[in-house]
């Protein structure tokens, strides 16, 4: 089993930044590919980006691509995503998954991930 704790959200002001954290323990060794999803009041559970546990793939959905970065750190076992310039309706609750497989440009499925964190809220006013 890997257990995923998101930390780093928060109420920000339209046009700021934040950076939200992911910490996998556990049975780290079978995670290949980490994603961030999103999900909104009444909404369906959004991909936002993904990255493989020990290379150097990501993969962004077009909506935050040259806003938000995706990054990791092997050695304090977290993997970050940094917003920049967020917007009143990227308000959501923002949730880490980890899946064992290679899933490659499929990481914007959230049915392909094996486990999940609780989320963190981030509010973005206008």
């Known amino acids: 089993q890997v257990q995923l704790v998101e930390s780093g959200g928060g109420l920000v002001q339209a046009g700021d930044s934040l950076r939200l954290s992911c910490a996998p323990s556990g049975r780290t060794f079978s995670i290949y590919t980490m994603g961030w999803f999103r999900q909104a009041p009444g909404k369906e559970r959004e991909f936002v980006a993904a990255?493989?546990?020990?290379?150097?793939?990501?993969y962004y959905a077009d909506f935050v691509k040259g806003r938000f970065t995706i990054s990791r750190d092997n050695a304090k076992n977290t993997v970050y995503l940094q917003m920049n310039s967020l917007k009143p309706e990227e308000t959501a609750v923002y949730y880490c998954?980890?899946?064992?497989?290679?899933?490659?440009?499929?990481?914007?499925?959230?049915?392909?991930?094996?486990?999940w964190g609780q989320g963190t809220q981030v509010t973005v006013s206008s």
């Open positions: 990255i493989t546990w020990r290379g150097s793939w990501t």
């Open positions: 998954a980890a899946a064992r497989d290679d899933i490659d440009n499929y990481s914007y499925l959230p049915g392909l991930y094996d486990y």
